[in-house]
């Protein structure tokens, strides 16, 4: 393996036993939780299984997740893999809140971010409208999963579900947790909370890092707080100084700034980098800093960076000297990687201590509760430390002392709690409950505020850059307008957030919102992308987004990459098509596009369900030839022959259409979209019903006795998938009454499929409403749930892609 190793790296050898032995495991079978220092080569490590069973043909999923716990650090793990030529060989994608290149997760290799990949296992992806929220689990479910920076997730919130997620996933998506600062206790008790294999660095191993070898990196401890003049008396050439708040890096900022506006004589540039800044800006200077603080720097002039948690990971920076406030260990640890970070440097950490909140009492926002008394206990152990040069081995003590003791504690959390919190997220998953979301994925989660004055006038929020705020920021900032008197005569309204709006069924329908005004903080739980006044915000290049009295600023059109497609994003029309030709069309679709992509998962899924090889493939065809038996309703068909009578196309009253001939930008289709008398009626839960018997005899589940327990719930999961292909939230059906022509429909497309003429006896051609909730897939029943999801995704896959097809 070193061999094959080296070759796909470009590298002379891997550095140690701990980048080839998670391959070892994972090929086999075994998952892995794997310990290494920063700038260990830990991302190669990650790739290697994927690259080598694509390379050699093994068994392993096509698809690889990527998932860390911050942007910066995807955008520079793509960024690494784009400069190393990945990008021409695999098809690379980078999904984040702020660039959306694959919000449907459909790249063979996504870096994405921890809130991306959790929220889309939800059934509530960020990326993508309600309507279309279980489309991305199935992604989820038949991936290879990678979990970078694993130590960063918040312990209360997003460390549970993404834990309570694997357990779900356990045998059938296989995954590889990283970490350079987790405690030995943690370690331990992962590997058996999850049934996985702990691979860390020997001190040989270490020795043969280059990162490592003959460098000090020194760390003091500060009894003061960090300050522009300290700054400044301890500045060499290059220095970076990290507050654990925008607000105070912006105010850190300017005060160097003005101190070195006096000092004519001092010829020193400043940077400062948070998240708050427009797209453009922060990559601007995001490629100054490591121009000015990378490997390859040229250390001319004299540069200070000041800077939020965004550095913490994925910037392959160094420096002589860096300041910080007091975090967790573990945090503290990963800013410090950033000084001395290269072989033979020389570096000095300088540890300030929290400045006070109003009552005089330490300020560790934004680390909150159990974080605040980590950051607590760090300033304590630190004084052994003071003075002290850091090594791998010094730094794991220190996470040992600091940590070790609260991670033995939250485990032992997690493990009582670990019902009530799988009930949450199944909760989530079946109702698509957003009140739980920051329960589940960071209980001080990040939101999206866009500025515009009017946003009724928006086609689509998510086409408009926005900024990234945590959602204690934005609550805090509510509280205080509303002390301030606002909103008042001038000011009417304070922020608002956009609500989908139900317009019919079809993957060719567009979303809608309507915007609705906060009027307090509960409102603020209702969506995770707000618009804020512009009287109440600025925005400048130099120092980003701040809560002050503007009024000046619009967020600009995001720039969206080639053929990406993100929420709310509307077809550009499609024609004519007939029943069959749509199922043809979506059928080659699947077996060219999409099978490979689920063969893994389907495959272990089949062997966990003890069913028959290849009856996942079987279902999702079938699911396909039969997803849109409730368009062949009269109703339904009688609406699209009156459309098309209407834009001058009439079909005769034979031709089952699946899609209408439809120009978002024809004048005509224009004029009568808005003339035509009501919505078009549903089909997908009446689709479901009418070919429920169908599918029971398709599957032959009568013939299995006490073996048919697993294809009923395959049954179940088929049904669901064409019952919710266009809603995750459907729970009945209407009456329905078939075309005459619809068996003679089903019997040409089944035909596909190799299936009896006289299976489509079973159909049922009239039922009037009810409920189907006692036919739907239970979110707590882990086989149904699952195999629902991988049906669904190719479903509605399939179902987009046929549209956008020719012919």
């Given at each position: ?222 009894k003061g707080f960090l300050t522009a003049e300290t700054v400044l008396h301890h500045h060499r050439s290059r220095s ?214 009017n946003p009724e006038e928006i086609a689509s929020p998510y086409e408009l850059e926005s900024f990234s705020l945590f ?325 509605r896959l399939a179902d987009q892609k046929a549209m956008n097809r020719e012919g």
């Open positions: 393996m070193d061999e094959i190793f080296a070759r796909l790296f470009s590298v002379p050898k891997p550095y140690g036993f701990f980048q080839i032995k998670p391959a070892e495991y994972l090929l086999s079978g075994r998952n892995v939780i794997l310990q290494a220092p920063t700038g260990s080569g830990k991302t190669m490590a990650a790739l290697f299984p994927y690259l080598l069973a694509r390379r050699e043909g093994l068994d392993f999923p096509r698809k690889m997740l990527y998932c860390v716990p911050m942007r910066v650090l995807a955008r520079s793990f793509y960024n690494d893999l784009a400069k190393n030529g990945w990008h021409d060989k695999l098809d690379v994608r980078l999904q984040t809140g702020e660039q959306k290149d694959d919000p449907q997760l459909e790249g063979e290799v996504t870096f994405v971010t921890i809130d991306q990949a959790l929220s889309s296992f939800l059934n509530i992806p960020y990326s993508l409208s309600l309507r279309q929220g279980n489309v991305n689990a199935g992604a989820v479910a038949s991936s290879y999963l990678v979990f970078d920076e694993f130590h960063l997730l918040d312990p209360g919130s997003t460390l549970p579900t993404t834990l309570e997620m694997l357990r779900l996933l356990r045998g059938m998506a296989p995954f590889l947790l990283m970490t350079a600062t987790f405690s030995g206790e943690m370690l331990n008790r992962l590997a058996g909370f999850l049934d996985a294999e702990v691979v860390t660095v020997s001190p040989q191993e270490l020795q043969s890092i280059p990162s490592q070898r003959e460098k000090e990196r020194r760390i003091h401890r500060v970076i100084a990290i507050c654990n708040t925008v607000e105070r890096a912006q105010s850190l900022y300017k005060r160097i700034c003005d101190l070195l506006s006096a000092r004519a004589s001092e010829d020193v540039e400043v940077i400062l980098l948070h998240s708050r800044f427009l797209q453009n800006d922060r990559r601007e200077k995001e490629d100054a800093v490591r121009r000015l603080f990378g490997k390859r720097a040229k250390k001319k002039g004299s540069v200070i960076l000041v800077a939020t948690q965004v550095i913490e990971v994925g910037l392959d920076i160094t420096c002589e000297v860096m300041h910080t406030e007091i975090a967790p260990a573990s945090a503290i640890l990963q800013r410090a990687g950033r000084c001395a970070r290269f072989e033979a440097e020389k570096g000095d950490v300088y540890v300030y201590q929290a400045p006070p909140n109003p009552k005089g009492a330490p300020n560790y926002a934004p680390y909150l509760g159990q974080q605040a008394m980590l950051c607590k206990k760090t300033w304590e152990a630190l004084a052994a430390f003071d003075g002290k040069t850091m090594d791998f081995f010094a730094e794991q003590q220190l996470v040992n002392l600091v940590h070790a003791g609260t991670d033995v504690l939250m485990l032992d959390n997690l493990e009582r709690a670990s019902y009530v919190h799988r009930k949450q997220m199944l909760k989530t998953i079946g109702q698509q409950e957003m009140g739980l979301v920051r329960e589940l994925i960071r209980s001080d989660d990040s939101v999206s505020v866009l500025v515009h004055p959602f204690g920021t934005l609550q805090g900032q509510l509280a205080k307008w509303r002390e301030e008197g606002l909103p008042n005569e001038k000011i009417s309204w304070l922020l608002k957030y956009p609500q989908e709006r139900d317009i019919g069924e079809g993957e060719d329908c567009p979303v809608l919102y309507k915007w609705v005004k906060v009027e307090d903080r509960q409102l603020l739980r209702c969506s995770s992308i707000f618009a804020v006044n512009p009287f109440l915000v600025k925005y400048d290049s130099e120092t980003g987004f701040c809560f002050s009295p503007g009024g000046g600023f619009q967020s600009p059109a995001r720039k969206f990459l080639a053929g990406e497609q993100g929420k709310g994003r509307r077809q550009k029309g499609y024609g004519l098509e007939s029943y069959r030709q749509h199922v043809e069309k979506m059928l080659h679709v699947y077996q060219t596009e999409l099978s490979r992509q689920l063969t893994y998962a389907a495959a272990r899924l089949e062997r966990l369900m003890g069913l028959q090889a290849g009856l996942f493939d079987y279902s999702t065809r079938l699911a396909i030839a039969l997803h849109d038996a409730g368009k062949m309703d009269s109703r339904w068909q009688a609406w699209a022959h009156e459309w098309q009578r209407r834009i001058g196309a009439p079909v005769g009253e034979d031709y089952l259409i699946a899609h209408t001939c439809y120009n978002p930008d024809d004048p005509l289709h224009q004029a009568v979209e808005k003339e035509m008398p009501g919505a078009r009626p549903p089909h997908a839960a009446e689709g479901a019903v009418a070919v429920l018997k169908i599918i029971y005899r398709l599957l032959d589940i009568g013939a299995y006795g006490r073996q048919e327990g697993p294809r009923l719930k395959l049954l179940k999961a088929l049904f669901t998938a064409i019952a919710r292909h266009h809603s995750p939230r459907t729970e009945g059906f209407k009456s329905f009454a078939l075309h005459p022509s619809a068996q003679a429909a089903l019997r040409e497309v089944l035909a596909f499929l190799g299936a009896e003429e006289q299976v489509v006896s079973a159909l049922e051609t009239n039922r009037t409403s009810q409920p189907i909730a006692n036919l739907l897939v239970q979110p707590e029943q882990r086989d149904e749930l699952l195999a629902y999801f991988l049906i669904v995704r190719a479903l």
